[in-house]
Every structure is written in structure tokens, then in C-alpha cells.
């Protein structure tokens, strides 16, 4: 099942709430979040001229695009994060938000039992249930 979480994604003027999939195996040195391009052209991220990186991934290197930077909060019925500012990339074909090991611990998660999607907020006790999938396709 793995953990997913409701997110605000802020680029300048535009928000757009969203579900993320929090993957702590995404490791990386700053903040980073994955963001479809889909959802990155309805932001409002410039696409034109990206700049390409190449990562490495289980078994193997992908190309990955640089978008910018945005802001990113959870958001569940009872509480929200605080904004954590994050370097948003790209892997084309990819349709789902990924939240990296970098964010996951900006943000506050804790993942409790990943199989079965439960989490908290690392300052809490209460249990949170994983969020359905959302996909972005153009």
C-alpha cells in the first residue's frame, strides 16, 4: 500500500492540493519533491529550457528534469504542516507525486507501518490512515 499524504504545493501565486507518496528510499541532500509535469504545467513551473540531471534509482540511472523550487505542506482534517521549501524535478512517465527522505523529515512524518499506510506526525501519538492514490497524466 505504502504511506501517502494530502499536500499543498505552492508555486508563487498558484496552490494545488494533491496526495503525495512518502518514500523514504528517494534520498537526497536537500528537500526534493517529484512532481509530475502535468502538475507542474497547471502550477505554473517554466518548462521550457529544463535542465537535465542523471539519478540514480534502483538498478539503474534515470534522467531527471530540474523545475525550481516550491513550497510544500501536509495537510490532514485536524492539522497542517508548516511550509518546507523544496527543489521540485521531474522524471518523465512518472504520474505520482514523491515526496524524499529530505522532505519527509522537514515535514514532520513519521512512517509507523508502511504496508499498511499508517503514520503520524513525529510530535503526536495519533495514528493517521494513508491517503488514496492520485495520479497526474496528461
Known amino acids: 500500500m505504502g504511506v501517502r499524504v494530502r499536500v499543498s504545493i505552492r508555486y508563487k501565486e498558484n ?11 528517494y534520498e537526497s541532500e536537500i528537500p526534493e519533491i517529484h512532481l509530475p509535469l502535468a502538475l507542474a504545467r497547471r502550477l505554473g513551473l517554466p518548462l521550457e529550457r529544463l ?18 523550487y516550491v513550497e510544500v505542506k501536509v495537510i490532514t482534517e485536524d492539522r497542517e504542516s508548516e511550509w518546507v521549501r ?12 514523491l515526496l524524499g527522505d529530505a522532505i519527509i523529515e522537514e515535514l514532520g512524518i513519521d512512517v509507523v ?17 494513508s491517503e488514496e492514490a492520485e495520479y497526474w497524466v496528461e
Not at 496552490?15 to 528510499?25: D, K, P
Request: charged share 30%.
Open 86 to 97: 523544496a527543489r521540485a524535478v521531474s522524471v518523465p512517465g512518472e504520474p505520482e507525486v
Open 51 to 68: 535542465r537535465a540531471e542523471r539519478y540514480r534509482v534502483v538498478g539503474s540511472e534515470t534522467t531527471t528534469y530540474v523545475l525550481g
Open 15 to 25: 496552490n494545488i492540493t494533491t496526495v503525495a507518496l512518502v518514500n523514504s528510499g
Open 113 to 129: 507501518k508502511p504496508r499498511s499506510g499508517l503514520w503520524r506526525f513525529i510530535d503526536e501519538e495519533k495514528l493517521r490512515r
